[in-house]
């Protein structure tokens, strides 16, 4: 499976737990750590963990094994690398905090249905 469908999977996965605002960005061009960030955030501690459920059971559904998750049941960023992609789950605090989207500005944002 390429890493453009583990994407769309992924993406799937957020939207079915009503995810807030899902952004792709591929940084395949920029960086060798993975071709695309997957980013998103929940509105509460119950809604993160459903989410990187969903994302997991999805992928791993898809026969694509998660390499490392970062953030435990209380995590409010929690990080998820299957090698192409990373999906990162936040509160929306933690996300604008953080700021990933500008800190990886010189990728290209993708709209997570244009995959």
Do not use: P
């Not at 299957?82 to 905090?97: C, L, N």
């Amino acid at each position: 499976m390429d890493s453009r469908e583990m994407a769309k999977l992924a993406c799937a996965a957020l939207e079915d737990k009503k995810a807030g605002d899902v952004r792709v960005i591929d940084i395949s061009e920029i960086s060798v750590i993975a071709d695309y960030f997957i980013i998103a955030d929940g509105e509460n501690q119950n809604q993160l963990e459903a989410m990187r459920d969903a994302v997991d059971e999805s992928l791993y559904k898809a026969g694509v094994h998660v390499k490392q998750v970062e953030g435990n049941h209380k995590s409010t960023w929690i990080l998820m690398d299957y090698g192409d992609i990373i999906v990162h789950i936040f509160s929306k605090e933690d996300r604008f905090f953080y700021d990933l989207e500008r800190i990886w500005r010189d990728g290209k944002v993708i709209e997570a249905k244009e995959l």
